[in-house]
C-alpha cells in the first residue's frame, strides 16, 4: 500500500474500530436483533469506506497513497472536486494565512473530501437498495421493514448532505476572510459537531454541557496529532539511521519508535470512538426535530 506510518497507525485505529462493530453485530444477530439486516449493511458500508479510504478496495487511486500532509506537505494530494480546488488555491495565495494555518485550512478540506466521499458510498448503497427493492418486492404489497430500512438510510443522506453544505461554506467564508481569532473550534470534525448541535433538539443546558464535551474532544484530537507528528519524524530518522549500520543507535530508535506507534494508535482508536458516540447523540436530536 505504500501507506505512511501515520497511515498505517490510522488504519489500524478503523480497523479495531471495525473488528469491535461486528464482534457486537455478531451479538445481536445470534440474538435475533438484526432481522432486517440494517446493522448488517451498515457494517459492509463502513467497511467500504475504509477500503476506500486507504486505497484497498482494488481501484487504481494513486492520491489515496500516502498522503500524510505532515511529511508531504500540502502539494501531494488532490481534492477531486473543481469548487474545493478553486478555493484552496485562493486561499494558498491570498496571504491571509500563516504555514500553520495553512495546515489547518488543508486538513479542513481534506475532511471535507472525506466527508463527500463518505456520502457517495452511502448514496451509491442506498441507491443498490432501492433497485432490489423495486425488483423484488411486489409493487402491490407493502413492506414495512423495508420501507423503514430505506427511510433510516435516505434520513443518514439528509444528515451527511447537511453537513456537506454546512462545511462547504464554511470553507468558502475561511477561505475568503481568513480565521476569525474569536473562532471557538479549530479542529474540523469538532466544528462539523458543533454546528450540527446547534441544529439538533437540545435544551440550552445539554448544549452548553456538549459543547464542553467538545472541547475536550478536540483537546484529545490535538493530542493525538502531536503524536503523529511525533510517529513520522520517528520513521524518517530511524530509515536513516537503518543506513548508517550502528546496531545499539538503531534498536533504541526502534523502541522509541514502537512505543509512539503502539501510542498513536491507542489515541486514534480513542478519538474515533468518541466520534462515534458524539455522532450519534446529535442524530438522535436531529432525528427528534423531524418528528
Same mark, same amino acid.
Given at each position: 500500500? @505504500?501507506?505512511?506510518?501515520?497511515?498505517?497507525?490510522?488504519?489500524?485505529?478503523?480497523?479495531?474500530? @471495525?473488528?469491535?462493530?461486528?464482534?457486537?453485530?455478531?451479538?445481536?444477530?445470534?440474538?435475533?436483533?438484526?432481522?432486517?439486516?440494517?446493522?448488517?449493511?451498515?457494517?459492509?458500508?463502513?467497511?467500504?469506506?475504509?477500503?476506500?479510504?486507504?486505497?484497498?478496495?482494488?481501484?487504481?487511486?494513486?492520491?489515496?497513497?500516502?498522503?500524510?500532509?505532515?511529511?508531504?506537505?500540502?502539494?501531494?494530494?488532490?481534492?477531486?472536486?473543481?469548487?474545493?480546488?478553486?478555493?484552496?488555491?485562493?486561499?494558498?495565495?491570498?496571504?491571509?494565512?500563516?504555514?500553520?494555518?495553512?495546515?489547518?485550512?488543508?486538513?479542513?478540506?481534506?475532511?471535507?473530501?472525506?466527508?463527500?466521499?463518505?456520502?457517495?458510498?452511502?448514496?451509491?448503497?442506498?441507491?443498490?437498495?432501492?433497485?432490489?427493492?423495486?425488483?423484488?418486492?411486489?409493487?402491490?404489497?407493502?413492506?414495512?421493514?423495508?420501507?423503514?430500512?430505506?427511510?433510516?438510510?435516505?434520513?443518514?443522506?439528509? *444528515?451527511?448532505?447537511?453537513?456537506?453544505? @454546512?462545511?462547504?461554506?464554511?470553507?468558502?467564508?475561511?477561505?475568503? @476572510?481568513?480565521?476569525?481569532?474569536?473562532?471557538?473550534?479549530?479542529?474540523?470534525?469538532?466544528?462539523?459537531?458543533?454546528?450540527?448541535?446547534?441544529?439538533?433538539?437540545?435544551?440550552?443546558?445539554?448544549?452548553?454541557?456538549?459543547?464542553?464535551?467538545?472541547?475536550?474532544?478536540?483537546?484529545?484530537?490535538?493530542?493525538?496529532?502531536?503524536?503523529?507528528?511525533?510517529?513520522?519524524?520517528?520513521?524518517?530518522?530511524?530509515?536513516?539511521?537503518?543506513?548508517?549500520?550502528?546496531?545499539?543507535?538503531?534498536?533504541?530508535?526502534?523502541?522509541?519508535?514502537?512505543?509512539?506507534?503502539?501510542?498513536?494508535?491507542?489515541?486514534?482508536?480513542?478519538?474515533?470512538?468518541?466520534?462515534? *458516540?458524539?455522532?450519534?447523540?446529535?442524530?438522535?436530536?436531529?432525528?427528534?426535530?423531524?418528528?
Amino acid at each position: 500500500l @505504500q501507506l505512511s506510518a501515520v497511515k498505517l497507525a490510522e488504519l489500524h485505529s478503523d480497523l479495531k474500530i @471495525q473488528e469491535k462493530d461486528e464482534l457486537s453485530w455478531k451479538k445481536l444477530k445470534a440474538e435475533g436483533l438484526d432481522e432486517d439486516g440494517e446493522k448488517e449493511a451498515k457494517l459492509r458500508r463502513n467497511l467500504n469506506v475504509i477500503m476506500t479510504k486507504y486505497g484497498m478496495n482494488g481501484k487504481k487511486d494513486s492520491h489515496l497513497t500516502d498522503t500524510n500532509y505532515i511529511k508531504d506537505g500540502t502539494e501531494s494530494d488532490t481534492l477531486d472536486d473543481p469548487r474545493l480546488e478553486k478555493l484552496w488555491s485562493k486561499a494558498k495565495t491570498s496571504g491571509k494565512f500563516s504555514d500553520e494555518e495553512l495546515d489547518k485550512l488543508w486538513r479542513e478540506f481534506k475532511h471535507h473530501k472525506e466527508k463527500i466521499r463518505e456520502y457517495n458510498i452511502l448514496l451509491e448503497t442506498v441507491s443498490r437498495t432501492e433497485d432490489i427493492h423495486k425488483n423484488v418486492i411486489n409493487p402491490s404489497e407493502e413492506n414495512p421493514v423495508k420501507e423503514e430500512i430505506l427511510h433510516n438510510k435516505h434520513r443518514e443522506l439528509k *444528515d451527511k448532505l447537511r453537513s456537506i453544505n @454546512q462545511g462547504f461554506e464554511r470553507l468558502r467564508k475561511v477561505s475568503h @476572510q481568513g480565521y476569525d481569532a474569536t473562532s471557538e473550534f479549530e479542529e474540523p470534525r469538532v466544528i462539523d459537531l458543533w454546528d450540527m448541535a446547534k441544529s439538533a433538539n437540545f435544551t440550552k443546558k445539554e448544549l452548553e454541557s456538549f459543547r464542553e464535551e467538545l472541547k475536550h474532544f478536540e483537546a484529545k484530537i490535538e493530542k493525538h496529532h502531536h503524536y503523529q507528528k511525533q510517529l513520522e519524524i520517528s520513521h524518517e530518522k530511524l530509515k536513516h539511521i537503518e543506513g548508517t549500520g550502528d546496531k545499539e543507535h538503531l534498536n533504541r530508535n526502534r523502541e522509541k519508535y514502537a512505543m509512539l506507534e503502539e501510542k498513536t494508535k491507542e489515541l486514534g482508536y480513542k478519538v474515533k470512538k468518541h466520534l462515534q *458516540d458524539l455522532s450519534s447523540r446529535i442524530s438522535q436530536g436531529l432525528q427528534h426535530n423531524e418528528l
